[in-house]
């Protein structure tokens, strides 16, 4: 995997404003947030995109998630609801290419799958 973005902020190499993080993940306010709550869930391990999981990162996945379930109680908007997305590769949505979750909340968002 090329060196990131993502991976200059693990590596305090950039400055992001940081609202979670333990020996696994990180996470930051998206500095081009497209809901009033843009929040990024990045695995500290190097992962390009969703192609590149196995099992053996079953773990590191479900601690993206509830890391992001926790943080979303924390801050209160839970009940509201929220929305986590993954996107892989170009046509997927994806711009960096270092494996990370969106957590997007605060507005009722549109475009929703049922």
Known sequence: MS???FSK???REIPADIVYED???IAF???SPQAPVHVLFVPKT???TLNELTADHAALLGQ???AAAAYAKREGFADDGY???INCNSH???TVFQLHLHLLAGAPLRGGFA
């Open 3 to 5: 060196d990131t973005i």
């Open 9 to 11: 902020i693990i590596r």
């Open 23 to 25: 020996e696994h993940l």
């Open 29 to 31: 306010k998206d500095i």
């Open 46 to 48: 190097p992962i390009a």
């Open 64 to 66: 993206l998630f509830l």
């Open 83 to 85: 929305r986590c997305v």
């Open 92 to 94: 997927g949505g994806q």
